[in-house]
């Protein structure tokens, strides 16, 4: 490549260096007669031509001590070890010395030690050294000559016993250049001379590979950093090359004499000289000084110099020695100033290569994508703008790009950039029908199709998806999404709600939906037939039906918790609502349950009694028959659990007389039956309804008297075996007979004749009655008071022979009572509560007593009563009070008289 084609910046500020004493142009160096430079370990170091070692700290304080007693012709500092190697002669004619010095360790004028001395010669006869380079771990050196000949020294290089030398390299053309480079475990050393490249793989057996039959001046190579992967880089005359251990790699074109080449950073610094403007007053001519950043392809820095005499980085820093006795410094500018510039004109893809090298953080590459974006879409390039915005996704708003891509016309850059979106998992429901919108304004179905229907993970919000492909009408992917993703709400909904004009299209959607519906789980299921239950009825009952039947009667293999009846079975009556048009199907799913399962509740047996007694007007009357007959039926079936009120309330309402006459039946309403046939003046039943309910309900013989009394007809049969029942009950005094008759003006003596004869007759033989047994019980009260007067003044004569317990004679001692009873004492031991009672007369002596006491109470408590109530401001709360004390619920023991009676 031609590096007269790199665009060319000022990305560094050039100045020359001040004494920070003086303030002047530094100085320093000017005493010395310098040979060599260095630097690294944040000094600068020279050699002079007197065998001096000068080194300056980054505050330009200078440090010398001798080194040798000649001069010093080369140095090499190490950049991971405070080492020093240099090269001299410490006597006069050509006997070079390598020295190696420690800066950590100090002597008594605090300057560096030498820790190891080696003389240098290739053969027999010493040559001058023309290049030094030594490996950063300190186990290998290597020294060039003029004679082209290179010793290499293995081992630790700053002990002599642990180290060897060798002669790797033998030419006739003198060494210019030497580098180590150790990658991935080899360690290769390069070789440049004046006419030839060559490197040796040093842990292959030094194996040799000769690179190139072009060579270069001293100072004119240099290795490059892992940027450009460790490369050798030779400055020729036409070109700069670059060499891989196993040949030549890229070169770049650049024509003029190379004085100096090295590599700073991630930049190939190459001074040469520019003939075109050589000075009289400078017979050395100018130096132009270049800077290249191999890596993004533009020239750093470029500018004329006088004559250069060496290069050094360090400190961040490029010191440029001239020949004018001044030290130049190179600071490279920030990178937001470099990219400021590349901003400038414009030159952002050149930016963001340079922040990627420079390893700028990742939010300002971000700004530098958003920029060049937007300097791509105000120009007119829309492609190549999608493309930086979709760098910036994950950090830059997205709406920030889809709002300047709005326009119809870019909506397939909308939807490049969508897609990105997507496919880092990043978009949100909005973006997502933002993009399915896209494929459909596009009617790009295959684009759809990969984006929907695809085996991959989604990265995408399914039910967003599936609304905007629903309403832009691509319903099989709708439902492609919405069974995969088993978004059963969607599929049933999707299904049920097609518009079809084909009717048996219509119902095959309907019928599949029902078959989706019927795989799922048992809770699933339940809450999709009720929410959607009432269009498939319409649409398809039978099936519908069906299903409702299996799962309402067949448990399925593994119930879902709380998803149904404790044997795993779902609820009927929840879904009696979905039948609300389909009257025949319900009456046929409620038959069908109650028939298999008995016991189910309360609310199915009412549906079910509620149909069977509708009429319909359309229907004709010979089906209303079996239906009431099936109606009675269910009212009759013992296991059928309606409510009972509201069982009454339907045959009410539907005027279902058997129905209702059931009921009242069943729930003891007798006074309602008879009522009931009263209201309809049916007498043979008010009459039937008496006999037969009327053991369990007296008062309906009376009610029967009271309604044939105040009835207008002619009823004298009736009146006459109701007052039979009620003189055979004694239900009603014969006074009050007459009184309910009296208000019927048909009713005539005769009809209560009879019955009145009879009454009077019996209370005549009542009074009788009575009449002897008061003579009975005033001759026993003065038998009793005789026997009590007896007891008082004659004595008893006890003849009584046998005990009356064990019924064995009567011996002493005995012990008997004035009732005549005898009793032997060790039979009596142990029965007697007291000493004083015979245990035959106990029993009847304690309720004769219990009775009295009883007496005594209830009159102290009826006279407290009566006392009270007429004291009382409001006697109904004294009544409530003493019945609450349940004092009119007591009764007095009754002690049958000794008849029997």
């Not at 795989?519 to 649409?539: D, I, S």
Request: aromatic fraction near 10%; glycine fraction near 4%.
């Amino acid at each position: 490549m031609a590096v007269l084609q790199w665009r060319k910046f000022n990305f560094f500020d050039k100045d020359v260096v001040k004494d920070p004493q003086t303030g002047q142009n530094l100085e320093k160096f000017k005493a010395l007669r310098i040979t060599c430079w260095g630097s690294g370990r944040g000094h600068i170091v020279c050699g002079d031509a007197e065998g001096i070692v000068a080194f300056t700290d980054h505050n330009w304080t200078l440090i010398s001590f001798p080194a040798y007693q000649v001069r010093v012709s080369h140095l090499f500092q190490l950049k991971q070890s405070n080492i020093l190697l240099t090269i001299g002669e410490d006597e006069e004619g050509i006997s070079p010395v390598v020295k190696v010095w420690n800066f950590d360790k100090r002597d008594a004028m605090n300057f560096p030690v030498c820790v190891r001395l080696l003389r240098v010669t290739p053969g027999s006869k010493p040559v001058a050294v023309s290049c030094l380079a030594a490996h950063e771990n300190l186990q290998a050196m290597a020294v060039g000559f003029c004679d082209g000949s290179v010793l290499l020294v293995r081992g630790d290089i700053t002990r002599e016993r642990h180290s060897k030398s060798k002669v790797i390299h033998s030419d006739k053309h003198p060494v210019t250049g030497l580098a180590f480079r150790h990658v991935s475990g080899q360690t290769v050393l390069y070789v440049a001379t004046t006419d030839t490249i060559t490197s040796y793989n040093l842990t292959q057996k030094d194996t040799r590979n000769m690179l190139d039959m072009h060579g270069c001046h001293v100072n004119c190579s240099t290795l490059s950093n892992h940027t450009q992967d460790y490369q050798f880089v030779v400055g020729h005359k036409d070109a700069l090359y670059f060499y891989q251990p196993d040949g030549r790699g890229p070169c770049l074109a650049f024509e003029g004499d190379k004085t100096r080449v090295l590599w700073f950073r991630n930049y190939l610094v190459v001074a040469s000289v520019d003939t075109k403007t050589l000075s009289s007053s400078r017979p050395g001519g100018m130096t132009t000084l270049t800077i290249y950043d191999i890596q993004n392809k533009f020239t750093a820095y470029s500018a004329p110099l006088p004559e250069v005499v060496d290069i050094v980085a360090e400190w961040g820093s490029l010191f440029i020695v001239s020949t004018d006795n001044k030290v130049y410094r190179l600071d490279e500018k920030d990178t937001q100033t470099k990219l400021d510039m590349l901003f400038k004109k414009n030159l952002y893809q050149m930016a963001i290569n340079l922040a990627k090298s420079q390893h700028y953080d990742y939010e300002g590459l971000i700004d530098i994508f958003t920029q060049y974006g937007d300097h791509l879409n105000s120009k007119g390039d829309h492609d190549g703008a999608i493309q930086q915005y979709i760098r910036t996704i994950g950090h830059l708003e997205p709406s920030y790009v889809i709002r300047k891509f709005l326009d119809a016309q870019r909506i397939h850059n909308l939807t490049a950039y969508l897609q990105a979106l997507h496919g880092q998992n990043l978009a949100n429901k909005d973006h997502t029908t933002l993009l399915i919108n896209c494929y459909t304004k596009l009617k790009d179905v295959q684009k759809l199709d990969e984006f929907v229907m695809t085996d991959r993970e989604l990265n995408f919000d399914v039910e967003t998806a599936i609304k905007v492909c629903r309403q832009a009408g691509y319903n099989r992917h709708a439902l492609y999404l919405a069974k995969k993703y088993q978004e059963h709400d969607w599929f049933l909904k999707i299904h049920l709600e097609l518009e079809e004009k084909n009717e048996e299209k219509k119902k095959s959607n309907f019928i599949e939906a029902l078959e989706y519906m019927s795989h799922l789980p048992l809770k699933e299921a339940e809450n999709y037939l009720k929410k959607f239950g009432n269009a498939l009825v319409n649409e398809i009952p039978q099936e519908t039906t069906a299903l409702l039947k299996k799962l309402c009667t067949s448990p399925p293999d593994a119930a879902v918790d709380g998803s149904a009846d404790d044997d795993g079975r779902v609820r009927p009556e929840e879904f009696i609502h979905i039948y609300v048009n389909q009257t025949e199907f319900l009456l046929d799913f409620l038959e069908f349950i109650v028939q298999e399962e008995p016991e189910s509740s309360s609310m199915i047996y009412n549906t079910l009694l509620e149909l069977y007694l509708h009429r319909d007007p359309k229907d004709p009357e010979e089906l209303w028959a079996p239906k009431e007959a099936k109606a009675l039926q269910l009212l009759k079936n013992p296991e059928a659990k309606y409510h009972l009120d509201q069982a009454m309330v339907l045959t009410q309402m539907h005027d279902f007389t058997a129905g209702v006459l059931y009921l009242y039946e069943k729930a003891k309403l007798y006074q309602q039956i008879l009522h009931y046939h009263m209201d309809h003046k049916n007498y043979a039943m008010v009459i039937d309804t008496c006999k037969m309910h009327g053991k369990k309900d007296p008062s309906l013989w009376l009610q029967a008297l009271s309604f044939f009394a105040h009835t207008d007809e002619e009823c004298r049969d009736q009146i006459v075996e109701v007052l039979t029942h009620i003189d055979k009950r004694n239900l009603l005094p014969p006074l009050m007979v007459v009184q309910t008759l009296s208000q019927k003006p048909t009713a005539t003596l005769a009809t209560v004749r009879d019955y009145v004869v009879k009454r009077l007759q019996a209370e005549n033989d009542l009074v009788g009655s009575d009449e002897r047994l008061i003579r009975q019980y005033r001759e026993e009260t003065e038998k009793t008071r005789a026997q009590c007067e007896e007891l008082r003044t004659s004595a008893k004569i006890f003849q009584v022979s046998k005990c009356m317990l064990c019924r064995n004679p009567l011996d002493l001692p005995a012990v008997h009572f004035l009732c005549s009873h005898s009793f032997h004492q060790s039979c009596l031991e142990g029965m007697m509560d007291t000493d004083s009672e015979c245990p035959q007369c106990q029993e009847k002596n304690r309720q004769v007593l219990d009775m009295v006491r009883a007496q005594e109470q209830n009159k102290e408590l009826h006279e407290h009563f009566h006392n009270q109530l007429e004291r009382a401001a409001d006697g109904f709360t004294v009544v409530a009070e003493y019945f609450g004390r349940g004092v009119f619920n007591s009764k007095l023991p009754v002690v049958a008289d000794p008849s029997g009676e």
